[in-house]
Structure formats: structure tokens, C-alpha cells
């Protein structure tokens, strides 16, 4: 009930385009939904999280989709970039804990 | 803030041999976390502390493995025996709990190789 599902492993866009990671959670009491950007030989870092009470959010190119009910949310990267080039997690956790269950990763290559 | 500081980076060490990584969390922070990426299993959660008070160490897989915080600025992941298959990127992170969006803040990793 802790899993965090990941899809895909990996996504190869082309400049310009839009890259879409999907993820999946079965613990309905999770509450908290932050997507980490990870670039090689660093640590993950914070791209953009968002809470179940809204069903979208947006950061410059990066945007969150959450769909409630089917337990589902996604990142969207409009107009990907090469510098987007990353490993992408998302991740779960509820309020109480800061525990952070994340998914597989998902290896995102923008060809120039 | 240097952020969360991990050292050393790089460690290679023999099988059977005590591994020691540590750990400086941000200043201020409360909570921290011991980390470990390996491609097969990609991020998993080994323990937490809170207060410097182990929360969960459901993840530690074994008791090769333990984890100390002394103090609110420095912790300690150790393996003893290592083996082989302990070998991945250990991270630590920290946080602040002020609310519903807390951001983890990660170190740059310990790149483990146990030969």
C-alpha cells in the first residue's frame, strides 16, 4: 500500500515538445505529491509538488496534474528543453512524517 | 546554508569491512533521512529521525546496518560487515516540518563500491 508507480522508465522527446510522466498510488493517505529532478551524480532535488485539494498546478513550464478519484498524477513539461535532460521521480507522503515514498524514476532525454 | 553535506563521496572498500557514511543535515532542520538509489530498486527510505530520534528504520535491510544521531548536526549510516551487495548511492536528506509542503533537501550522494 506504500508502492508508488511509475511509468515510463524512460522517455525520449524532441526539443520543443511535451514530455509526460505518469504516476499511480494506492495509499489514500497520502497527501502530499512533490515530482524531484535528478541530474547525474547529484541528488534529487524539488522541481514542484502539489496537494490532493487542487487538481492542477503550474511552475513556469512545469505543470502537475492530479486526478483524485483514480489515484493518478502526472508532470507535464511543456516545450522541453535539452537542459530538461534528468532523471524524474515522483514521490508521496503524508502530512504528518515527511516520509517520502518515491516511484521508480523515469530517464528523460530532450534530443536537440 | 551549504546545504546537506555528505562525505565521503566515493567509497571503495572490501567485503567485510566497516563502511561509515556521515551526514550534515542543514542548520535548523528536524528531520532527517538515509536514502539509497541503486538501479534495480531505485530510491529507497533505509530510516528517518526526527528530533534526532529514529521514527522508522523499517528500510534498514539489515542488521548490517545502523544509524546513529548524536546530535541535530551530524549522523552516521554504518554497514558492518559490507557486502557486495550493498553497493549503490547513499543520500541523506533534511527537512523542516512547517507544513503541508515541506521540501526534502538532498545531499549530493556517497557512491558506495564494496568489492
Redesign the interface.
Known sequence: QQQVKQSPQSLIVQKGGISIINCAYENTAF??F?WYQQFP??????LI?I?PDVSEKKEGRFTISFNKSAKQFSLHIMDSQPGDSATY?CAASM?R?????????TILRVKS | DAG?IQSPRHEVTEMGQEVTLRCKPISGHD?L?WYRQTMMR????LI?FNNNVP??DSGMPEDRFSAKMPNASFSTLKIQPSEPRDSAVY?C?S?L?GG??????????TRLTVV
Not at chain 2, 42 to 45: D, Q, T
Not at chain 2, 100 to 109: D, L, S, V
Open positions: 497527501d502530499y512533490p551524480g547529484k541528488g534529487p532535488a524539488l509538488a496537494r521521480f502530512y512524517g515527511n516520509k517520502l515514498v518515491f516511484g521508480a524514476g | 546537506v528531520y533521512f531505485g530510491l529507497e527510505l528517518y521514527i522508522d543520500f536528506a527537512s516540518w503541508p509542503n515541506t521540501e526534502a533537501f538532498f545531499g549530493q550522494g
